[in-house]
């Protein structure tokens, strides 16, 4: 565990040691520059422009290298030069407390020394107030040089941030802007398409059932056979049970309730049971992420493992669910025959599901596979809900000291439907 901590301290130092290095010829380059613009003109202020424009480029890579600054394109003309003008000072003060460090150093080890042979420095006797005295000296002035080098790395990651971003961040503001205004439009274009597939799953599937059971039981009716009419009415009533699949399954697409009731974990073993195709699931995700983020990685898994049940005549679907900081991973890999679409309907409705959440869907099928979509999504803890707490993880209402709901309504078993 300490070896991270250590490890970005002595980046963080080695990176303003090595600005420290750089920033006298930076400030030199500016003083020859600026004698070369004002005594010429035309091709020579043109290069001078161009060696500034190099030279803030090579001290962005360092910045951006050793102190984490932000990456974007180098300034260039007048921008350069005030970027330069500003880092060299700072260089120049990045020395000053490195080399107050090596100075401290230094003094502590050679006075240290002295103590310790018998013959101090200053013949300053190594007594109980004064070895105090410099111990906690030391410790104070160790604490502000360190705060000092946090200082310049700080301000050399604002300046960095300043010179890649032109306008003052405006135009990365209008970018975003544009995101989400292309974003917006994609929902409103996906939930068309999703109410639009709902009519047609509808229409074709409940909607059909529905109308041959009303001519069965028409035709039972009317028939003056009791073993005709009781022959109907056993195929009416089989075809009822095929119209509350076919329901139950036109709602499961919708929305699955298992991830109010039981979490992203156990719909997803429903859709692995569900898929025509074997499935094996890893779920390395600790505490409930959001329910908006569950129901995107949901879909996501879903949409997937259909396509390679359906349409890639895959043997083994394969998905894996992992958390890296604030991020959540979701990996869905088949070993079918590749060649998938990413902008079909169904995978681009699913990257419009992804965007809205600011995450990012890639889809890598080669002809002949494998297939690999990968969801990159936030991840933030689902709120655990204050009141009635105790009951509900009990399974009990707690207004009627009886099961709650999820426990008279049976739990996920009650969800799927069809199987």
Not at 142 to 170: C, H, K, M, N, S
Not at 314 to 327: E, K, N, S
């Amino acid at each position: 565990m300490t070896r991270r901590p250590l490890a970005a301290a002595a980046r963080l130092a080695y990176g303003v040691l090595l600005g420290a290095l750089t920033a006298p010829v930076d400030l030199a380059y500016l003083l020859v520059a600026g004698v070369v613009v004002l005594a010429s003109a035309g091709r020579r202020r043109s290069l001078a422009g161009a060696g500034a424009g190099e030279s803030a480029r090579l001290e962005l890579r360092r910045a951006a290298r050793w102190l984490g600054t932000t990456r974007g394109p180098a300034p260039t003309g007048a921008r350069a030069v005030a970027y330069l003008a500003a880092r060299g000072p700072l260089g120049v003060l990045g020395a000053a407390i490195l080399g107050l460090i090596g100075y401290g150093t230094g003094a502590s080890v050679l006075l240290g020394t002295g103590w310790l042979t018998g013959d101090p420095i200053d013949d300053i006797p190594p007594t109980g107030f004064v070895v105090a005295y410099a111990v906690v000296a030391g410790l104070v002035l160790a604490f502000l040089a360190v705060q000092g080098v946090i200082g310049v790395a700080a301000l050399e990651r604002r300046l960095a941030r300043w010179a890649v971003t032109p306008d003052g961040g405006r135009a990365a503001l209008r970018h975003r802007i544009a995101e989400l205004s292309t974003s917006r439009a994609e929902i409103v274009a996906a939930v068309d398409d999703e109410r639009r597939r709902i009519e047609r799953d509808l229409h074709d599937g409940v909607q059909q059932r529905l109308v041959a059971l009303g001519m069965l039981l028409g035709r039972a009716r009317r028939a003056h056979d009791p073993d005709r009419a009781a022959e109907l009415l056993r195929t009416a009533h089989e075809e009822s049970q095929l119209a509350l699949v076919d329901l139950r399954e036109v709602a499961w697409r919708v929305y699955p309730t298992a991830l109010d009731d039981a979490g992203l974990s156990a719909a997803l073993e429903n859709v692995a049971e569900r898929a025509g195709v074997p499935v094996t699931v890893d779920y390395r995700l600790g505490a409930r992420p959001t329910p908006a983020t569950e129901t995107v990685a949901y879909f996501v898994v879903c949409e997937a493992v259909t396509n390679a049940a359906k349409h890639a005549g895959a043997d083994l679907v394969t998905v894996h669910i992992g958390q890296c900081a604030d991020r959540i991973t979701v990996v869905v890999r088949d070993d079918g025959r590749g060649g998938a679409d990413p902008y079909g309907a169904g995978l681009s409705g699913l990257s419009r599901r992804v965007a809205a959440l600011d995450g990012t869907l890639r889809v890598d099928s080669p002809p002949g596979g494998p297939t690999t979509v990968t969801a990159d999504l936030p991840y933030s803890e689902r709120e655990r809900p204050r009141d009635h707490a105790r009951g509900t993880r009990r399974g009990l209402d707690p207004a009627a000291g009886g099961p709650g709901p999820a426990a008279r309504r049976g739990g996920p078993r009650g969800t799927g439907g069809g199987r």
